[in-house]
């Protein structure tokens, strides 16, 4: 179901799907910011997203919990999920500034609500609405 910008997703694996075709057409360079509820489908998203771009590997960060790493053919894609984090210091404690910069790469983003207004310049918004235990309205702003 296609309407306008937004999309009805009726379960996870179509919140999956949604992200794998939606991933091709964004370029590299780009910066992503998911925003949604716990449990709106960000993550399940992002997982897609980086299933549609060839990404397998998902590479956990050994020092720090609140990024995720893919690499593939010199290109990488980095999962923020900035839920846990208690100041925008501690975003640029981890060179998040670089990741963001890296033109070889696409960021997305989870809760970036703290470091909003840092990074304005070039941003697409994606809000992630519960509708119901299955549904889920996604919406590119
Ligand atoms: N249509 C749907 N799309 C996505 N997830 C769904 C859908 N219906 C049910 N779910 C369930 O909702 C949960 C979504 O979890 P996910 O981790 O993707 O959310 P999130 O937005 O990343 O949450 P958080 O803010 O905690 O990181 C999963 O348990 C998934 O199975
Ligand atoms: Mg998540």
Known sequence: MQHKNSFISI????TFSFGSKFSNSIDYGSVIFLIGDLGSGKTTFSKGFASGLGFSDEIL???YSILNEYKFNGKSLYHFDLYRL????????????????DKKSISLIEWP?????????????????????????????
């Not at 208690?86 to 910069?101: C, P, R, T």
Request: a negative charge.
């Open 11 to 14: 379960s996870s694996d179509d």
């Open 61 to 63: 960060s050994p020092t």
């Open 113 to 141: 609500e703290l470091i909003k207004e840092m990074v304005s310049d070039n941003i697409i918004e994606i809000k992630f609405e519960h509708l119901s235990e299955q549904e889920r309205k996604i919406t590119v702003l």
């Open 86 to 101: 208690k100041s925008v210091n501690e975003f640029l404690e981890i060179g998040g500034i670089e990741y963001l910069n």
